[in-house]
């Protein structure tokens, strides 16, 4: 059994004093989490990287986690502006985003670094989310599946799995982000199925069965459940409505 993720990703917003009263209202509206109890959802922030050790210190011993939205390919060395896996776990964190759409567009990751990226934070004891989809291009050239699923594969390329728990997958149709084109939960379970298709071809059936595939395009409260719905769609990258109290502890709930 897959339990649920919703991991709100907070891009470049919030200050760390923003970030402070934010943790606080949200444990506070979400008594389970905050407590450390057994929900029927895992919650996960992954806030820029200032923000990080203020959600070591407010998020410890609570029932959730938190991550970075990126990670250097590299170990510690001369790397300016880089930030090490190991860094990041000394923080506690348990989750950090690889290949984000924002990161592949803006900074031409391409899919050979964003495997070095995986590799070097599952080698640190992290798990990776691993973000793949396609444009609009893609889609209306009726390649959205073919090319998502070359893209996993370059971006997974020496990435091992043995369990499935190791990885998390976010499939990010990035046609319908920010461009008022809506992807429908049937877009989402269509994709999600394809994904985890190839990981039995590539990694078997019980990885496959194992691993958590989010659905990253525009979540909201009002879609969360028909989302959710799909039985090989386990959860969301959430970015927008992440930063509201009130909107993520609604999808929350719904998740659960």
């Not at 790397?79 to 506690?92: I, N, R, W």
């Not at 934070?121 to 989310?129: D, K, N, R």
């Not at 973000?131 to 209306?140: D, F, K, N, Q, S």
């Not at 499935?164 to 049937?186: H, R």
Request: one cysteine or more; proline letters at 4%; a negative charge.
């Amino acid at each position: 059994m897959r339990t649920p993720l919703l991991a709100g990703n907070w891009k470049m917003h919030k200050t760390p004093s923003e970030a402070r009263v934010w943790f606080a209202e949200f444990l506070e509206a979400n008594p389970t989490l905050q407590s450390g109890g057994q929900a029927a959802v895992e919650v996960a922030l992954l806030p820029s990287f200032p923000l990080v050790p203020v959600a070591a210190e407010q998020l410890a011993g609570s029932g959730v986690a938190w991550g970075a939205q990126d990670v250097s390919a590299h170990t510690f060395g001369a790397y300016t502006g880089e930030v090490a896996a190991e860094q990041l776990a000394d923080l506690g964190c348990r989750y950090v985003v690889v290949g984000h759409s924002e990161r592949r567009a803006y900074w031409n990751e391409s899919d050979a670094l964003v495997a070095a990226k995986a590799r070097r934070a599952m080698e640190a004891g992290l798990v990776p989310i691993l973000c793949v989809g396609e444009r609009l291009e893609e889609r209306e050239a009726g390649r959205a599946v073919s090319f998502t699923l070359e893209q996993l594969a370059g971006s997974l390329e020496g990435v091992g799995l043995e369990t499935g728990e190791e990885l998390v997958i976010a499939y990010e149709p990035v046609w319908a982000i920010g461009t008022g084109k809506t992807a429908s939960a049937d877009d989402a379970q269509a994709m999600a199925a394809a994904i985890r298709g190839f990981l039995a071809e590539r990694y078997g059936e019980s990885v496959a069965g194992r691993t958590r595939i989010l659905y990253g395009g525009s979540m909201k409260p009002a879609n969360t459940t028909e989302i959710l719905a799909g039985p090989d769609v386990d959860g969301g990258l959430v970015g927008g409505a992440s930063l509201e109290v009130a909107s993520f502890s609604a999808m929350v709930e719904a998740a659960g």
